[in-house]
């Protein structure tokens, strides 16, 4: 009971730690990106959405690097992702109440966002399909090594969506007219500071995402519950931390379109990158396909339902908030299921 408490305590603190660390990182990540003139919709797809996401790479390479639990990282990963698509746009919605976005967004990054889903499904699949595997106790499972070849494949879809950013980028710089004004923000920026302070944030993060991915798998033994409960939820919501801190605050100053662009574009690098990364540094994987097909399915699910919602009106509407709250509930309810075997969805009986 004593050591259970301990690593509960642990949690707490990394929790905490995350957050800490994750606001330094988006304020220097923010002012970095201002220095380098990237346009307002880039700032929420790329920089911020990266800085915001590296504790959930970070959960991915400890977990199979130092654990070798690659599905643990993966859990956290897609539980991140779910929190990222219901729980930010539900508590940004309800506060502004009326949150604007616009339809490059949709059609650009939020439809590219539902494709990454589908790519990173099909990652999965060929593993199963062309290196399937079967372990001892597992045979319940469907189950496929997930080799580097096959992590190159959604990565080389993540470069495809920075080529679409840069040229953006360049369309946006081609057209600003204000430069001198820029210039003088510019010389108030020391650049310098703010690449140690982005490196100091790292460092916090790695460090703490490293105190939850071990209280994840302790838990998983005490209570006798597959880690990947755990990782799609409490490592999930802990990392997810700085991801609900910077789509907010940016929600709070009416700038749906830049908010939700950080939450889409957070999404985006963690199917595309944070899960194949795990899979380059430890040489190959073994993905669960019986666990992975149907949160993967639920994730495209609710997508779904977001882009719906932005594309009736071009506003995420309060009640629309509620609803995609209340499906995050819905989701944390099914799992306590799966935990009590009422439901065999994700772990079989």
């Known amino acids: ?95 502004v109440k009326k949150m604007p976005t616009d339809i490059m967004l949709i059609y650009k990054d939020a439809q590219y966002y539902i494709i990454s889903v589908c790519i990173l499904m099909i990652a999965f699949a060929l593993a199963v399909i062309y290196f399937p595997t079967v372990e001892v106790g597992t045979e319940a499972y469907q189950t496929g090594v997930m080799t580097r070849w096959i992590a190159i494949i959604p990565i080389a879809f993540y470069g495809l969506y920075l080529f679409i950013q840069s040229m953006e980028t360049r369309d946006f710089r081609r057209n600003l007219e204000r430069k001198e004004i820029l210039g003088v923000e510019k010389d108030k920026i020391k650049v310098g500071k703010e690449w140690f302070k982005l490196t100091i944030s790292l460092v916090l993060i790695i460090g703490s995402v490293e105190g939850l991915v071990s209280g994840a798998i302790f838990l998983g033994e005490f209570f006798n519950v597959p880690d990947f409960i755990w990782g799609v939820t409490i490592v999930a919501g802990a990392t997810s931390i700085p991801d609900a801190v ?30 194949p990364v795990g899979v380059l540094i430890a040489g190959t994987a073994v993905v669960n396909f019986t666990v992975a097909a149907p949160l993967m399915l639920f994730l495209g699910l609710i997508t779904i339902v977001l882009f ?21 509930l819905l989701f944390v309810i099914w799992m306590v299921l799966e935990t009590l075997g009422v439901t065999s969805f994700v772990i079989q009986q």
């Open 308 to 328: 719906i919602f932005l594309r009736t009106n071009l506003h995420l509407l309060r009640w629309e908030g509620m609803v995609l709250l209340a499906l995050y």
């Open 246 to 275: 910077v789509s907010i605050k940016i929600a709070r100053k009416f700038q749906g379109s830049v908010s939700l662009g950080n939450v889409l574009g957070s999404n985006i690098f963690d199917l595309l990158v944070a899960v």
């Open 1 to 95: 009971m004593i050591e259970l408490l301990m690593y509960l305590a642990i949690i707490v603190a990394c929790s905490w730690i995350v957050w800490k660390g994750g606001s330094l990182l988006e304020e220097s990540s923010e002012k970095l990106a201002e220095y380098y003139e990237l346009p307002p919709l880039v700032q929420g797809t790329i920089i911020a959405a990266i800085g915001s996401s590296f504790p959930e790479l970070a959960a991915t390479v400890l977990s199979t690097s130092i654990h070798g639990k690659f599905d643990l990282g993966v859990s956290a990963i897609v539980g991140s992702a779910i929190f990222n698509i219901l729980v930010i746009p539900g508590i940004s919605g309800v506060i």
